[in-house]
């Protein structure tokens, strides 16, 4: 299985929600969920998050 290099770019703000990807969902951050599933994968060898 290849090892990948995610990256996931997360804005700051939303026009509709603002701070959505920090709102708690389910006992963490929306953007957690986000990297807790690309971690279970295990296909990544490296995970780069960029916000603005």
Partial sequence: MPRLIYFI???K???GVPH???KIL?????VAW???AIT???TAAEIWVATD
């Fill in 9 to 11: 770019p997360i804005r």
């Fill in 13 to 15: 703000g939303s026009k």
């Fill in 20 to 22: 959505k990807n920090m």
């Fill in 26 to 30: 389910g006992g963490k951050p929306l």
């Fill in 34 to 36: 986000v990297v807790d």
């Fill in 40 to 42: 279970a994968s295990h």
